[in-house]
């Protein structure tokens, strides 16, 4: 049976992305056409890649996440319905 460690990075880093402030609000601007959600190491990448070679302007990654500037973590926590 799997354990949290509560002293371990992981909750190091669930801290620090909490303690994020809130992003902006955003409006969007049109309604979003795919959605396509995968485990890491299940293709995500490729799969973006080809949405983007069939026309589709803007797709959104795992790494566009935790890259993205602001960041947006914590949002994207809340949506995974996480906490």
Not at 34 to 62: F, I, M, N, W
Request: proline share 7%; charged share 20%.
């Amino acid at each position: 049976m799997f354990r949290l460690n509560l002293n371990g990075w992981f909750c190091y880093v669930l801290e620090w992305a909490y303690s994020l402030p809130e992003p902006p609000k955003r409006e969007r601007t049109k309604p979003m056409q795919v959605l396509c959600v995968g485990l890491p190491r299940s293709g995500t990448e490729s799969l973006q890649h080809a949405l983007l070679k069939l026309g589709y302007d803007h797709t959104l990654h795992g790494w566009d996440i935790a890259l993205e500037n602001p960041r947006y973590c914590e949002q994207y926590v809340r949506l995974s319905g996480t906490c």
